[in-house]
């Protein structure tokens, strides 16, 4: 959990990165601008309030060539005093420009500030907040001239809606730095750079993406092993997930034998997700782990996951979320397919 309750930051620097793809330039300003308390509760709010149960990550740095890492380096002299925040953000805001080559990535206006006293996990430290505010929001002012009222419309940033931030918090170094990171766009391929091509990051070895890991593994070892194999429906593949949730929700020490001899009931299919697993850590780089603390944010960060979608041609949506034993699937004397559900409450 992030707590700014005692948090403060003194300047704030802003430049406007354009779209290189559309011949826009680089617009850098020519200093930072002081923050007042009323200001900065509010900027408080929106560089942070996004990460109500954050996932982490860290800096992806080649540790015997840190120079080669932008980001590190920089936020590195940030931190220990020999950069100051104007030299900084215009550095970090060239380096941004510059990875903004795909047509589809917007212009936008660039936010950096240093914060003092940010509680993160029982840890008081300092953060760097880097913020690209990409949309404006339309809104109208009420203005009062003696017993009139008068009305004026005017575009800005809506405080509750970040396009996208990276707030990198002063600990772990030696592991590339903490992170959190947003970005409302991360599904699309050309947004990816972001944290891929603009801050480098990658997942940190940590409970919560041993977690989220294999709650995807399982997932996509239902449709690209499971299915292929053996006449699976989607009653079979609620089952399966919803034991993993099942696991996941009540167990606090995770053991990849005891997890696939529960969740897939099996030894057949257990040794097949052994194989895939091997296959998974191989080809796509993810570890997952064998042993590791579950972490119950993962598990309520991803719990769509586990949701399990019946769709019956062009009429109905059955979304399974419990037990499979609640539902039934057959065929008439007509030879029309059936689905029959129990239940105890109508909601």
């Known amino acids: 959990m992030i707590n700014t309750e005692n948090a403060y930051f003194d300047e704030l620097a802003i430049h406007h990165i354009g779209s290189k793809s559309h011949d826009e330039e680089l617009g850098l300003s020519e200093s930072t601008i002081d923050v007042g308390d009323q200001l900065q509760v509010i900027l408080l709010r929106y560089f942070f309030n996004h990460f109500k149960s954050p996932e982490y990550f860290c800096l992806d740095v080649d540790q015997e060539n840190q120079e080669g890492h932008h980001v590190f380096t920089h936020s590195s002299k940030l931190i220990e005093g020999s950069s100051t925040l104007f030299d900084y953000s215009t550095s970090i805001a060239r380096h941004l420009f510059n990875q903004s080559n795909h047509p589809n990535i917007k212009s936008g206006d660039l936010l950096v500030a240093h914060v003092k006293d940010v509680l993160i996990d029982d840890e008081m430290i300092d953060a760097i907040v880097i913020v690209k505010s990409e949309s404006k929001d339309d809104f109208i002012k009420i203005l009062k001239s003696g017993s009139s009222f008068d009305l004026k419309t005017d575009q800005g940033i809506f405080v509750d809606k970040i396009d996208k931030v990276c707030v990198i918090f002063?600990?772990?170094?030696?592991?590339?730095?903490?992170?959190a990171i947003a970005d409302k766009s991360n599904n699309t391929t050309e947004a990816m750079y972001w944290k891929h091509d603009f801050l480098k990051a990658k997942p940190r070895n940590d409970d919560f993406h041993h977690t989220k890991d294999y709650i995807y593994a399982t997932k996509s070892f239902i449709k690209d092993r499971l299915e292929p194999l053996y006449e699976m429906d989607k009653t079979d593949e609620a089952a399966i997930l919803n034991r993993s949730k099942t696991f996941f929700k009540h167990e606090e020490d995770f053991e990849s034998e005891s997890y696939a001899?529960?969740?897939?009931?099996?030894?057949?299919v257990a040794s097949l997700f052994e194989e895939y697993k091997a296959d998974v850590r191989q080809e796509k780089n993810i570890p997952l782990a064998d042993t590791f603390q579950v972490s119950q944010s993962a598990v309520k960060n991803y719990s769509k996951v586990f949701k399990s979608v019946i769709k019956l041609d062009k009429n109905f949506h059955i979304y399974v979320h419990g037990d499979r034993n609640l539902i039934e699937r057959g065929t008439d004397d007509m030879g029309r397919?059936?689905?029959?559900?129990?239940y105890e409450n109508e909601a």
């Open 170 to 179: 002063n600990t772990e170094k030696a592991s590339g730095f903490k992170l």
């Open 261 to 268: 001899k529960e969740v897939f009931q099996d030894d057949k």
């Open 337 to 342: 397919k059936y689905y029959r559900i129990f």
